[in-house]
């Protein structure tokens, strides 16, 4: 029996209830989200479960989307079983004003390195991370890059001529 | 190999440490690309490895929020140098998929072939610097000429040799000359030979084999636990392929086998490197004759009619109304893109290269990421060589073919 994305709403919401919502399909793939501190609990029984196994994330990142208030980061997982092909997309928001999300490296351990970027550029504070530090930015860098309110070029910068490029 | 005893004993009361920290440096010749390992090494052999990347963050996830999305392309290029068609006709058909465009066969076919060219030359490096990491550096010499050919048939396609920002949403920006057609064949004629002439310098060389039979090693579990994909992932025998499960231009047509090893060590990786060559070349057999099945006026489509995101000819600008208008429009950011987010994976030279795509209807991506395998998979790069020799670290390294563009961005 092949697994189809009517039949994972059905068993997260069965084993879930209404904490889980948001179910979206866009271009075949599933999509629902719930909330920070559940994050773990929903990975877990994603990966437990026999009939779902999705046993490998392929990609964890983070959006920023500054209009919407006390959930402005969003980090989203997508997972795969590889048995029965399936894909899914799994997403928590957090405030920005408190970024703290359970990290999933005890799960998955390539979920490692990629919350190190998802912190080093959006300031997501994964709790419970063995290493969370800058990843591809320097060190010393203070503000974090790929949120909205970022601008693309370093207002800063003295040597350049504005004549010559524009801003 | 986990070492029992301590190879380096001091004498009591030294205050010196037990094991010396080596940089194996951003800029070393045995590190291909710019990541720096700071290796804890008792005595040849390593206790941990701590790493660092980040020196070509380019900053690519910033700089596509505020560019539309043929000025993306060549960024896509700059991810693996080494195989920058699969990067750019993955991107392609990310955009593809959100705005709903359904490309002709025999565009499929020609992606087929440039994307299987392109993973060609990528594993050809990459088997050529095992062995120049092993001291042999004849085999790399020798199939450069063939790695030139490929990029003389990019040339022929695109004008670009390396980072060739090929292709456009829904084909190519002209078609295949015969110049490239005759190019392609000469390589089908001679590269067979030259493959098996270089197999034939390691497969069975007792000297490599030795040195890399039995080491960077890692199991199924982990390497999935990891998020391994792509021949290193094979190498550990499972065999999940992209091309394979969730089919894109066209693949579905095509008859090849996946290779796997058993163990995931780095002769594994060679071999299963070495079998994929193969395989892309019957793949692009098979795509070449299947183009030259097409005739009459279907043998010279070369794109998608598309006028909405395919930028017309400059013949055609300069000459019809049509035509100029879709031009400006196109340029100008004018056309309506539908909201959305798209997640699509290639198999790319080192795995699944994923391109998460979120549109807000805006002329520029709201939010796009690269999944990067190269990325993911150098986390493990402490295991494989916990209680490994230096020098086996060192094959290690190149074996699971790091390209430093792509772990970066």
Not at chain 1, 55 to 63: G, K, N, S
Not at chain 2, 340 to 348: A, D, F, Q, R
Request: aromatic share 12%; with cysteine.
């Amino acid at each position: 029996m092949s697994l189809t994305n009517e039949k994972i709403k059905e068993k997260l919401v069965g084993k879930f209830g209404d904490q889980v919502g948001n179910f979206e399909e866009s271009f075949g793939m599933l999509s629902f989200s719930a909330p920070k501190d559940m994050n773990l609990k929903v990975l877990q029984f994603l990966y437990d479960e026999p009939d779902l196994s999705f046993r490998f994330l392929t990609d964890l990142c983070a959006v920023h989307y500054p209009d919407k208030h006390d959930a402005e980061l969003e980090v989203v997982y997508h997972l795969h079983n590889l048995k029965d092909n399936v894909r899914l997309r799994f997403r928590v928001s957090t405030p920005v004003s408190n970024p703290d999300v359970f990290t999933a490296t005890k799960l998955f351990e390539s979920a490692n390195w990629m919350e190190r970027e998802t912190y080093d550029f959006y300031g997501v504070n994964f709790l419970g991370h063995p290493n969370l530090v800058r990843i591809l930015n320097v060190d010393e860098m203070d503000y974090f890059p790929m949120r909205k309110e970022f601008p693309l070029e370093d207002q800063t910068r003295i040597d350049k001529d504005d004549d010559m490029f524009g801003r | 190999m986990i070492p029992t005893e301590q190879h380096i004993k001091l004498p009591d009361g030294s205050i010196e440490r037990q094991t010396t920290t080596l940089n194996l440096g951003p800029t070393h010749p045995a590190t291909h690309g710019v990541f720096e390992n700071i290796l804890e090494l008792d005595g040849e052999r390593i206790v941990s490895a701590k790493q660092t990347v980040g020196y070509i963050h380019r900053a690519f996830e910033k700089l596509a929020e505020h560019r539309p999305l043929y000025q993306i392309t060549p960024l896509t290029d700059r991810l693996n140098y080494c195989s920058s068609p699969i990067n750019n006709m993955g991107w392609h058909l990310t955009c593809e998929k959100l705005l709903n465009v359904k490309t002709p066969k025999r565009v499929d076919y020609l992606r087929v072939i440039i994307m299987e060219l392109a993973r060609i030359s990528d594993h050809l490096i990459c088997n050529s610097i095992v062995g120049v990491d092993t001291g042999a550096y004849t085999g790399f010499l020798y199939v450069m000429q063939y790695r030139e050919l490929i990029y003389e048939i990019y040339e022929e396609v695109c004008g670009s040799r390396l980072t060739t920002n090929i292709g456009r949403i829904g084909g190519f920006e002209r078609n295949f000359t015969n110049t490239a057609f005759e190019k392609l064949e000469k390589f089908l004629r001679e590269y067979p030979v030259v493959l098996k002439e270089f197999e034939n310098l390691f497969m069975r060389n007792r000297i490599f084999m030795e040195r890399t039979q039995g080491t960077g090693g890692i199991s199924a579990e982990r390497a999935l636990n990891y998020g391994f994909t792509g021949p290193n992932l094979r190498a550990t025998g499972v065999d999940y392929d992209v091309r394979v499960h969730a089919p894109y231009s066209s693949y579905e047509d095509f008859d090849f086998i996946i290779p796997v090893g058993s163990t995931g060590d780095n002769y594994d990786r060679f071999m299963v490197r070495g079998e994929e060559m193969w395989q892309s070349l019957s793949i692009i057999e098979q795509a070449y004759k299947k183009i030259q099945e097409f005739t009459g006026a279907e043998s010279e489509i070369y794109h998608a009619d598309v006028p909405e995101y395919y930028l017309p000819p400059k013949v055609d600008v300069y000459t019809k109304m049509e035509a100029l208008i879709w031009h400006f429009k196109i340029i100008m950011g004018e056309i309506e893109m539908p909201k959305g987010e798209v997640y699509l994976s290639v198999e790319g030279g080192n795995g699944e290269l994923g391109f998460y795509f979120i549109s807000d209807g805006g002329r520029t991506p709201y939010r796009l990421h690269f999944r990067r395998p190269c990325f993911i998979y150098y986390q493990a790069y402490p295991e494989l060589t916990k209680g490994a020799m230096l020098s086996d670290a060192i094959v290690t390294m190149s074996s699971l073919n790091l390209i430093a563009g792509e772990m970066d961005a």
